[in-house]
Nanobody, 127 residues
Framework: QVQLVESGGDEVQAGGSLRLSCAFS???????????VGWFRQVPGKEREFVAT?????????AYAVSVTGRFTISRDNIKSTAYLQMNRLKAEDTADYYC????????????????WGQGTQVTVSS
């Protein structure tokens, strides 16, 4: 089992920045190079939306949703077993609950392909 704990959500004004963190733990995370990490977001009443993903190994290959490309950066720290989502130039439409997730295997933008999820952290962007 892999446990994920997000943090860093807050309220910020449009144009501002936030960094979300996702700490990984659990006895099966020792083979971290086999995993990919994804960030998703969800607004009440809407489906969960892909934001960004990164391979834990393989040099950290990344992929982003079009809506966040150029503004958000996903990264991971192998020593700290933590993944990050740096969010810059935030917009009101970025307001959502943000979730990190993990899966064994390559990158995926499909939320249904992820096996482990954190509890979420709330981001509110005021205009």
């Amino acid at each position: 089992q892999v446990q994920l704990v997000e943090s860093g959500g807050d309220e910020v004004q449009a144009g501002g920045s936030l960094r979300l963190s996702c700490a990984f733990s659990g006895p099966y995370f020792s083979n971290y190079s086999e995993y990919s990490v994804g960030w998703f977001r969800q607004v009440p009443g809407k489906e969960r939306e892909f934001v960004a993903t990164i391979t834990w190994g393989d040099g950290g290959v990344t992929a982003y949703a079009v809506s966040v490309t150029g503004r958000f950066t996903i990264s991971r720290d192998n020593i700290k077993s933590t993944a990050y989502l740096q969010m810059n130039r935030l917009k009101a439409e970025d307001t959502a609950d943000y979730y990190c997730a993990a899966r064994q295997g390559k990158l995926s933008v499909m939320s249904g392909s992820y096996d482990y999820w954190g509890q979420g952290t709330q981001v509110t962007v005021s205009s």
